[in-house]
């Protein structure tokens, strides 16, 4: 079982993210100028300012070579997990529905915030309980969460809408409190919140664990 | 040929940025801006204005949360 962590020129969360992975599954980086997917199992792309998120977050990364790659692995049934800029960029490559916009306080959140898990029967929740709530950190400037309104009826209709931050956490007036949603065909899943630096007990929380988790026993058929 | 293309947050999606331009407009004394949107203004040199919309729908603008609008300068 094998992770691969994409590294885009600004990304800063890949490390985290590899470190991560490696609580769960074997893992290697992934550099954005191959064509090459190295045989992994699993994409996660991290959290940063990939390519400085120039014009917009993710919208240059999108068209990264190693995108190619991972739309096609996506295309196939691979799973992908978009964290913060990896979800922007997801947004941007149309992997997931929606797209992220500034803070509505215009300002960098940094803090933890707790999550709702709305859908525990995706591939990336699967070893949570219904219900469960996440102690997990965002940390970003762009993660207001947007899709037309009849878009989120139909994703929260679907079970798209994986995570909420539980009332009273909405960092950055995200529609509807989304924190993470999932694709139709439920195997690419975007999240603003940060499940990598939350898998250490000193550093506060090691809810983000199960997410990982989650996504090794998927691929590895585990029943739970 | 100079072309310039502007981008827009869409009708109806909060833009914090303009509203907190309107709030400042309004403490500094203008009174009857009932509105601030912010965009984006793109000026591109360029040969063949012809891909100018495949530019704007695959990179310029994101259309789910932009407008876009391209002005054409055929004297320069």
Known sequence: MKFGVIVFPGSCDDVDAQLACARVADVTPLWHADHDLQGVDAVVIPGGFSYGDYLRAGAIARFAPIMT??????????????????????????????????????????????????????A?????????????????????????DAELDRLEAAGQVVLRYAPGHNPNGSLRDIAGVINEAGNVFGLMPHPEHAVEALTGSVDGLGLFASLRDSLTGVVV | MHARVLVRPKAGILDPQGAAAQRALSQL?????????????????????????????????NPLIEDYEVLLDSTS
Request: proline share 4%; net charge negative.
């Open chain 2, 29 to 61: 004394g203008f009174a009857g801006v009932s509105e601030v949107r912010i965009g984006r203004l793109i000026e591109l040199e360029l040969t063949d204005a012809a891909a100018l919309p495949e530019m704007c729908e695959r990179l310029l603008a």
């Open chain 1, 124 to 148: 990336f929740t699967r070893a949570l309980e219904p219900g469960r709530q996440l102690s997990i950190p965002v940390k970003h400037t762009t993660g207001r969460y947007y899709a037309p």
């Open chain 1, 69 to 122: 790659e991972v739309i096609d692995f996506a295309a196939a049934g691979g799973h992908v997990m978009g964290i913060c800029n990896g979800f922007q960029v997801c947004c941007e490559a149309g992997l997931l529905p929606g797209a992220l916009l500034t803070n509505e306080s215009l300002r960098f959140v940094c803090r933890q915030v707790s999550l709702d898990v709305v859908n525990a029967e995706t």
